[in-house]
C-alpha cells in the first residue's frame, strides 16, 4: 500500500478531537515535521499532545490501516504530488484533506472531465433505459462517469460506464474494506478490474446508524465536488408526500453552493405528473440549467463537453497569469453576452460583487469601448473604478479579440499596490489574450 508520512501525519492530527478539515487547510500546507504539526497543535489544544504520545497515535493508525491488506492501494493527502483538487468554490471544513483509494487516483484529477450521476434508488426499466443512454453518450466522449455505489441510478452509472468502455468512480461513506451497500461488492471490484476508482475518507467503520447517515451526506459532498458537472436522473423532492431520496437532494444542494454546474433528465410530455422527478421539477423553477431529454440528447451533452473543455482551459490560463507575479492579487476573466460583461466562474483572489459589468460601467466597461489595453495606476483617483476591494490601490484591463479584431472578453487584475503594471505586464498579459481569443474564436 502506497502512502507518505505526511498522510500519516494528517490521520493522526484528525484522530485529536477537536481537529477537523477546516484546522487542517488553516494551520498545514502539508509535509510539516513533527515539531511544527505540534506546535500548532497544542496552540489549538492547550499544550496537552508531546511527541511520545502522537507518535503512540501515529502507531495505533498503521496498525488499523494494515488491516485494510490489499482492498486499498494507497492514502494520499493534502501536500501529497498527486492529491486531487476540488472542482466549484469549497469552504475548508468541507473540502477533503486526505482519501483511501483502490484503483487510479488520477481519474480526479482537474484534467479530466468528470460527470457525477445521481438519482433514485428504484428506478422504473423506462427512467433506467433514460439514464444509460446519457451516460453512454457522456462516456463515449471521454467522461469519468461519478456515483456513489449505490443501489438504482447510481448502480446504473457505473454498470453503463464500463459497458461504455469508460471511466467510472464510485465514492464510498464507509472504509474501502467494508463496502456499503453490501451487494455492490462485485460492482465495486469490477469498477477497479476495469480502470476506475473506488475512493473513502474513512479508516473506521461507523459506530451507529447516525454516524453513518452523515458519512452519506459527507459522500453526497465529494460527488458534487469532484465533478465539473452533475447529472440528476430523476428523485423525490424532500415535500413529497412519504417518500424522497435524500442523497440525490443533498448532492445538488452542494453543487449549487459550491458553483457546480447541474443538469436534470426531464421530458415534459413524459414526466410532469410522474412523482419520481419531483425533485428535477423543483430544481428547473429555481433556475435556468441544462435539461436533457430523448430529443436533445446528443446535441446538449456534446455542448456541454465542449463547454467544460473551454472551462478547463480558461481556468489553465487564470492559474498561469496569477503564478506569473505576485502582484496580481485578483484575477478574472470576463466573457462579452449581450452587452454585458459576464465574470467566468473560476477567479482568484477576494469575492467580488461585480459578476456583470455593462459595457458602459467601469474600467472594464471602458476597456470594451475603446477596444484597448487600460492601465489605471491609482484607482482612488479614476471615476470609472467600480469598487470591489478597499485593498485594491490598482488595475489593469486586456482585450480579448478574435481575428477580426472584436472583443469577446477581457482579462481582468487587481492589485493591492500603487503603480503595479508596467509595458512587460502588458505585454505579457496581451500575448495570453491573443491564445484565449484563438481558443474561444474555434469554439464558438
Not at 171 to 179: D, G, M, R, V
Not at 307 to 331: A, F, G
Request: aromatic share 8%.
Amino acid at each position: 500500500m502506497k502512502y507518505t508520512e505526511n498522510a500519516l501525519n494528517i490521520l493522526t492530527v484528525l484522530s485529536h478531537k477537536g481537529i477537523g478539515k477546516a484546522w487542517v487547510y488553516k494551520n498545514l500546507k502539508g509535509n510539516e515535521n513533527t515539531e511544527v504539526i505540534l506546535e500548532k497543535l497544542n496552540k489549538k489544544l492547550g499544550g496537552k499532545i508531546d511527541k511520545k504520545e502522537f507518535e503512540k497515535r501515529k502507531n495505533t493508525i498503521i496498525k488499523e490501516i494494515n488491516k485494510l491488506n490489499n482492498y486499498c492501494d494507497g492514502i494520499i493527502a493534502l501536500g501529497d504530488k498527486d492529491f486531487p483538487q476540488h472542482r466549484g468554490r469549497v469552504n475548508d471544513s468541507e473540502k477533503p484533506v486526505l482519501l483511501f483509494y483502490k484503483g487510479d487516483i488520477k481519474l480526479l484529477n482537474l484534467e479530466n472531465i468528470n460527470i457525477s450521476v445521481i438519482g433514485l434508488l428504484n428506478p422504473t426499466i423506462e427512467i433506467i433505459e433514460r439514464e444509460k443512454i446519457v451516460v453512454q453518450q457522456f462516456a463515449e466522449r471521454g467522461a469519468v462517469i461519478l456515483s456513489g455505489l449505490a443501489y438504482g441510478c447510481d448502480s446504473i452509472a457505473h454498470k453503463q460506464a464500463i459497458d461504455s468502455k469508460g471511466k467510472t468512480v464510485a465514492i464510498l461513506p464507509s472504509p474501502l474494506n467494508n463496502i456499503l451497500p453490501k451487494g455492490n461488492r462485485f460492482l465495486a471490484k469490477e469498477i477497479v478490474e476495469s480502470g476506475g476508482l473506488l475512493v473513502s475518507e474513512y479508516l473506521y467503520n461507523h459506530k451507529d446508524l447516525m454516524e453513518l447517515r452523515g458519512r452519506y451526506v459527507e459522500r453526497d459532498r465529494l460527488q458534487a465536488l469532484f465533478c465539473d458537472l452533475i447529472v440528476l436522473v430523476a428523485s423525490y423532492d424532500k415535500d413529497y408526500t412519504g417518500k424522497f431520496d435524500s442523497g440525490a437532494r443533498h448532492a445538488m444542494n452542494y453543487a449549487k453552493k459550491y458553483g457546480i454546474p447541474r443538469a436534470v433528465i426531464y421530458d415534459e410530455k413524459l414526466d410532469k405528473d410522474n412523482p419520481m422527478f419531483s425533485l428535477n421539477r423543483k430544481i428547473i423553477k429555481e433556475e435556468k440549467i441544462m435539461v436533457v431529454n430523448q430529443e436533445n440528447c446528443i446535441e446538449t451533452i456534446k455542448r456541454e463537453i465542449d463547454k467544460i473543455q473551454k472551462h478547463k482551459i480558461l481556468k489553465n490560463y487564470i492559474d498561469k497569469i496569477k503564478s506569473h507575479s505576485e502582484k496580481y492579487h485578483w484575477v478574472g476573466i470576463y466573457l462579452y453576452k449581450d452587452g454585458v460583461l459576464e465574470l467566468f466562474p473560476y477567479y482568484i483572489g477576494r469575492p467580488t460583487p461585480h459578476t456583470k459589468i455593462p459595457i458602459d460601467k467601469g474600467i472594464c466597461g471602458a476597456a470594451f469601448r475603446e477596444n484597448k489595453t487600460l492601465i489605471v495606476n491609482d484607482v482612488s483617483k479614476d471615476e470609472r473604478y467600480l469598487a470591489c476591494s478597499i485593498y485594491t490601490k490598482s488595475e489593469i484591463v486586456v482585450p480579448i479579440r478574435d481575428e477580426n479584431g472584436n472583443v469577446l472578453g477581457e482579462i481582468d487584475i487587481d492589485s493591492d499596490y500603487l503603480n503595479a503594471f508596467n509595458e512587460s505586464d502588458k505585454e505579457f498579459l496581451e500575448n495570453i489574450a491573443k491564445e484565449i481569443g484563438k481558443i474561444l474564436s474555434n469554439s464558438s
